[in-house]
Nanobody, 119 residues
Framework: QVQLVESGGGLVQAGGSLRLSCAGS????????MAWYRQAPGKQRELVAR???????NYSDSVKGRFTISRVNANNTVYLQMNNLELEDTAVYYC?????????????WGQGTQVTVSS
């Protein structure tokens, strides 16, 4: 069974920083795209950043220049470094990954980690 487990969320003042981590565990043969999404209260879940296995990255316009996504393929882990946090960044952040199990690729979600930015 495959699990994605996020950590690193919390409460931070505006202008501060947090680093989120997401580690995959279980019967993983490999991982393709990895991404971070977020969902604020009353809003739809939105893509924050995505990184391919080879390292190609794209960011949402709202976080460009402030957030950095990275991954360590050997550890099945993806990170999100969030700097200069704004009130609007408050949301539950979810890890997402395309995981190869045996000969199949399936999309998985983590359970989410709360990020709260205060003034």
């Amino acid at each position: 069974q495959v699990q994605l487990v996020e950590s690193g969320g919390g409460l931070v003042q505006a202008g501060g920083s947090l680093r989120l981590s997401c580690a995959g565990s279980g019967n993983i043969a490999g991982i393709g795209n990895m991404a971070w999404y977020r969902q604020a209260p009353g809003k739809q879940r939105e893509l924050v950043a995505r990184i391919t296995r080879s390292g190609t990255i794209n960011y949402s316009d709202s976080v460009k220049g402030r957030f950095t996504i990275s991954r360590v393929n050997a550890n099945n882990t993806v990170y999100l470094q969030m700097n200069n946090l704004e009130l609007e960044d408050t949301a539950v952040y979810y890890c997402n990954a395309d995981v190869v199990v045996g000969t199949w690729m399936k999309n998985y979600w983590g359970q989410g980690t709360q990020v709260t930015v205060s003034s």
